[in-house]
């Protein structure tokens, strides 16, 4: 006997509870198993699944005497009364299985066998979807009640949602399990502090990066097991990307960003280390090897020269001769000069060569501007300059007039006759910077990445006959690099170029 409506409503609620803590479809099944017999009667009980792939249902029974006869197989959705309720989204009230035109054999003629007559089925529905139905069947002489229909639905809509959480569940432990895949087989170390220094994520080739054994950092705060002070300084300023040396003497390269929530909350850190060591050594073997042939480059090229040079002494040389040693000799400058940029460069690279001394910036500039005086006139081009009346700031001087001598040759260079040159200083809180403008041929866009790359030439009509060894400009930014400063260009080709160089200064300049 059925309890009263209010009574019946209130163990629904239990059940709906049940149901939405029950996060695997097998459990939820249990619990209508269970418990559905507590507020709408029945003698057999189903579950009706479809199938989206093949546009079909099945059934399975989960309680009552007819559960292990009914058969086990595929049903189209054009068939039976569940396909008719599938179809129609609506639910019924069957009073007599035996009339009904859509009985199967399968499933209502089993149940008749059993003496079931009436039967109640619900569809499943989430939004638009229909995801199965539940299916009641009772003895005779029961029927169902409109109230049944109404508690009958209830349990579907409970069904609904606790599929949809199970299939998010679902969803959620498959990404889960596929991220820690990735993260477990990638090269890669890969951490995540909480903005505590907390560590939440570090994967195995993170651990075995910084000589840990396996799961020792998950919930401890980095500090305790990472000591490295580069590493650690990663997250204490917005540092992009950084080289850390690791306790095997490997190299990695370091990458950090700002976990932020969809609400713009800061939580942390996530890292990024990889492996750069063999990089790290090609590139010093480049340079060694670079290094090397530049010295041993040097004596034979200067004995060259030295030997055209004596040509004439050793009697007068007919025109040919001396159009030909006018090519040794210009051969023999340009090889020296190469050989003397790749030095400069092999020396800078390495870190050891600045000596810092206290100077007056635009007296060094105007002792560049000196000496490449005559190529400016030569072009009739006219130098304007915009600078303070002095600016000691404290850098290698040597090195720092390689720099203007660059930007400021470049411009005579690549400008053409009777163009404009301006060199221009501006001091600012904390840094200087030095600007050299020209309004000549102007880089082409697609060069502009590169043209601080060792050996880059822009390859134009324009530059064609213009002689140079492409590491000029490497030089300089490598010199600027090494003083804390940034150095970068704006060009548009037909209309000019700017270079500008940013050096810091301690105080205010
Ligand atoms: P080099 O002048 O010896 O070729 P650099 O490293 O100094 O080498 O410059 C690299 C390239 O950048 C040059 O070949 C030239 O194409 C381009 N470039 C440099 N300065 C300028 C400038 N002021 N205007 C136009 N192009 C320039």
Redesign the pocket.
């Known amino acids: 006997m059925m309890h009263e409506l209010h009574e019946r409503l209130a163990q629904v609620s239990e059940i709906l509870i049940t149901l939405a803590g029950s996060p695997i479809p097998s459990q939820q099944f249990q619990v209508l198993a269970d418990y559905a017999g507590l507020v709408v009667p029945y003698d057999f009980l189903a579950f009706c699944l479809v199938d989206e792939d093949s546009e079909g249902y099945f059934i399975f029974p989960l309680a009552g005497g007819a559960r292990d006869a009914v058969p086990e197989r595929p049903y189209t959705l054009s068939e039976g009364i569940v396909g008719r309720i599938l179809r129609h989204r609506r639910s019924e009230i069957i009073p007599d299985l035996a009339l009904d035109p859509n009985a199967t054999p399968d499933l209502e003629g089993v149940l008749r066998g059993f003496g079931l007559g009436a039967a109640l089925i619900l569809p499943i529905r989430q939004e638009q979807k229909v995801l199965g139905a539940l299916y009641f069947a009772a003895q005779s002489p029961t029927t169902y009640t409109a109230s049944d229909l109404q508690i009958g639905r209830l349990l579907a809509a409970g069904m609904a949602s606790s599929l949809e959480s199970a299939r998010y569940y679902q969803r959620l432990a498959d990404e889960r399990s596929t991220l820690a895949a990735v993260l477990t087989s990638t090269q890669d170390g890969v951490l995540v502090v909480n903005e505590a220094g907390v560590v939440l994520l570090a994967n195995p080739a993170f651990e075995q990066m910084m000589g840990l054994t396996p799961g020792v950092l998950a919930g401890r705060r980095l500090v305790e097991k990472v000591t490295d002070p580069g590493l650690l300084s990663l997250f204490e300023h917005d540092q992009q990307a950084m080289e850390v040396s690791l306790p095997d003497g490997r190299t990695a390269q370091a990458g950090a960003a700002r976990v932020i929530t969809d609400f713009g909350e800061f939580v942390g850190w996530t890292a990024v280390l990889r492996d750069i060591t063999l990089l790290k050594e090609l590139e010093q073997m480049k340079n060694d090897f670079v290094a090397t042939v530049s010295h041993d480059l040097k004596n034979p090229i200067n004995a060259i020269t030295l030997a055209a040079e004596f040509l004439d002494k050793a009697g007068p040389l007919n025109p040919k001769q001396i159009d030909l040693q006018r090519r040794i000799l210009q051969t023999g400058q340009y090889m020296d000069e190469l050989v003397t ?1 790749l030095l400069d460069l092999g020396k800078i690279q390495a870190g050891l060569d600045l000596q810092l001394a206290s100077f007056d910036l635009v007296a060094l500039i105007h002792e560049a501007l000196f000496s490449l005086e005559t190529a400016a006139e030569r072009k009739e081009q006219e130098v304007k300059t915009w600078l303070p009346e002095r600016l000691m700031i404290t850098a290698d001087e040597r090195r720092l007039k390689q720099v203007l001598l ?2 400021m ?3 005579i ?3 053409p006759l009777r163009g404009k040159i301006c060199i221009k200083v501006v001091a600012d809180v904390g840094k200087v910077s030095v600007m ?1 403008q ?1 309004d ?4 082409p866009p697609q ?1 502009l990445p590169y ?2 790359d060792k050996f ?5 009509e324009e ?1 064609k006959g ?11 930014r490598s010199i600027v690099e090494a003083h804390h400063g940034r150095m970068w ?1 704006d ?1 548009t080709p037909g209309a ?2 700017t ?1 500008t160089f940013l050096l810091p200064v301690s105080g205010g300049a």
């Open positions: 940029d660059n930007l040759g470049n411009a260079k690549y400008t050299v020209d000549g041929m102007g880089i060069d043209i601080f880059y030439r822009v390859q134009t530059t213009i002689r140079g060894t492409g590491l000029g400009l490497a030089i300089a260009v060009s000019g170029s270079f």
